[in-house]
């Protein structure tokens, strides 16, 4: 039975191209300057943003929990920036982070599109 969404194959595409493009590696910053950095400024930022906005405007249509799939490793990489930043363990930065997705949503596009942590 075929049902449309997301293929396993473009899935690891993205998570590719996720990996090739870091964004928190050696930073001062913190979590709103990078969100603001990403928005506006770094030319990186906005390549991240208009990739996510593809993303989500190309694989919403069929099947959104799909999605899931593609933004958990990013929020993952956001917890453990957040776990190194202010020397907690992951579970805890897992916590806030869920906290600050549904405070700040508009800090990301993939969170301000629903895409917050670890939903199923």
């Not at 593809?54 to 929020?75: A, C, E, H, M, T």
């Not at 982070?97 to 700040?104: F, G, H, L, V």
Request: glycine content about 4%; aromatic content about 16%; overall charge positive.
């Amino acid at each position: 039975m075929f049902t449309p969404g997301i293929s396993n194959k473009a899935i690891k595409k993205i998570h590719g191209w996720i990996r090739e493009n870091r964004v928190f590696n050696k930073t001062n910053k913190t979590l709103i300057e990078i969100g603001k950095k990403i928005e506006k400024h770094m030319e990186i930022g906005k390549k991240i943003e208009k990739q996510t906005r593809g993303w989500i405007n190309y694989y919403d249509k069929f099947r959104k929990s799909d999605l899931q799939k593609v933004f958990n490793p990013i929020n993952k990489q956001i917890a453990k920036w957040y776990a190194k930043k202010h020397e907690c363990r992951i579970t805890d930065a897992n916590k806030k982070m869920q906290e600050i997705a549904t405070t700040y949503s508009y800090t990301f596009i993939h969170w301000y599109c629903g895409f917050n942590f670890f939903q199923n």
